[in-house]
């Protein structure tokens, strides 16, 4: 009937639809992940069907909004951070916004003078700022920073990291000069105080250096107190006597549609009696891909007739699907396979965190009276075996 109506590739859109058949017909919110509506994908939904003109007019503008992202990962302290984000948005006093503004402030640029004082002026063509990136040593374009796009400038220094010619020391001051300048600028402006380009670049040297000296820092005591506690590390927990625990990972890749799946079952002892792996293909979704994994470690402990198992995999969204499955509609095929799967018989056997991670759990009485436990955690290393298989 389906070749009498459609098309082939809009049968197999069909044909990936799966019903839930055991279930009466519910309503599913489509804007949002687990299915049910939140204010958040509302408002989307109203901005996107009510402003299109707006949405139009953002498309057209040229947009900052990449070199904004570069500024999160610049390795500098979070107030200069802020500060390259105010740069770049336009968002600083100087006297050019502040007349723009309204009010009636002296347009000349406080420190050599010139009419016309703007945040790229201050920071980059400005004459003193001049000397102070000569002096620094930090390279700058061929034929000077421009005086006209301010973006330009800073994409220029973004590209910095790029350059292997550049000492390392050098190149990742920029941020510390474009904020000594700015500091510059406002002790002259507000408390009178002239600087010199030199005793400013010591002040920028020394400043690089303390906060990179505090970093390395930082990330030896977070070393020392991971290897003494090690609360994030996947940890695994042997089951109870006499059971087994099997630990089931899944990698899903968006591109080629491919899950990687694999599980691991160990005595209580840690000893591994059976372990397997497998790649699942045409799989759209990734929790299409985790429950596919779940479901063929099941169906792979019961064809081995293992009893008394204990499953392991890791946190997410069916985890939480499990819980509320009333909140997460768009679950509702992938819990009704599992609880078709154990007898209908799921109940949160432990919750909250543990260990300094998440770990929930379910039990459940199977059909042929068999002691099966699942319970999910944090399992990477899984994760990593099934990520071999792609
Ligand atoms: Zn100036």
Redesign the pocket.
């Known amino acids: 009937m389906l070749q009498d109506l459609f098309f082939q590739v809009d049968i197999d859109l069909i044909c990936k639809k799966k019903p839930v058949v055991d279930m009466d017909d519910f309503w599913v919110w489509l804007h949002s992940k687990s299915g049910e509506y939140s204010v958040k994908s509302g408002y989307w939904l109203a901005f996107q069907s009510n402003k299109p003109e707006l949405l139009f007019e953002a498309c057209r503008q040229p947009s900052t909004n990449g070199l904004k992202e570069k500024i999160w990962s610049t390795s500098t302290s979070p107030k200069i951070k802020l500060f390259l984000w105010r740069i770049l948005s336009v968002a600083l006093p100087v006297a050019d916004q502040i007349l723009i503004r309204g009010m009636n402030v002296n347009p000349c640029?406080q420190?050599?003078g010139?009419e016309g004082e703007s945040i790229n002026?201050v920071l980059f063509t400005?004459?003193v700022a001049r000397q102070v990136w000569e002096l620094s040593g930090v390279p700058t374009p061929e034929f000077g920073f421009q005086n006209s796009s301010i973006f330009a400038n800073i994409q220029f220094l973004f590209e910095l990291s790029f350059l292997a010619r550049v000492p390392v020391q050098v190149k990742r001051s920029w941020p510390w000069v474009l904020w000594r300048l700015w500091k510059n600028r406002n002790l002259l402006l507000f408390e009178g105080i002239s600087f010199c380009p030199l005793s400013s670049i010591v002040k920028i040297g020394d400043d690089v250096q303390e906060w990179f000296l505090a970093q390395s820092l930082i990330r030896l005591v977070d070393l020392e107190e991971n290897n003494r506690a090690d609360p994030c590390r996947p940890r695994w927990d042997p089951p109870p006597i006499g059971w087994v625990k099997c630990n089931v990972g899944a990698v899903w890749s968006g591109k080629k549609k491919l899950c990687g799946g694999s599980w691991v079952v160990r005595d209580d002892r840690g000893l591994v009696l059976l372990h397997s792996r497998r790649a699942f293909g045409n799989l759209t979704t990734k929790k299409d891909s985790q429950i596919t994994c779940v479901l063929w470690a099941i169906e792979s402990m019961d064809s081995h007739r293992l009893s008394k198992v204990l499953f392991a995999f890791e946190p997410g969204d069916l985890l939480f699907a499990f819980v509320r499955p009333k909140a997460w509609p768009s679950f509702a095929l992938q819990v009704s396979e599992l609880t078709h799967f154990f007898g209908k018989d799921w109940r949160l056997e432990n919750g909250g965190g543990k260990g300094g991670f998440k770990q929930g759990g379910f039990s459940y009485s199977s059909k042929r009276g068999q002691g099966w436990k699942a319970t999910i955690l944090c399992c990477s290393w899984s994760s990593a075996l099934a990520s071999s298989v792609l």
Do not use: V
Request: glycine share 0%; net charge neutral.
């Open positions: 640029c420190i050599c010139q002026h400005c004459s």
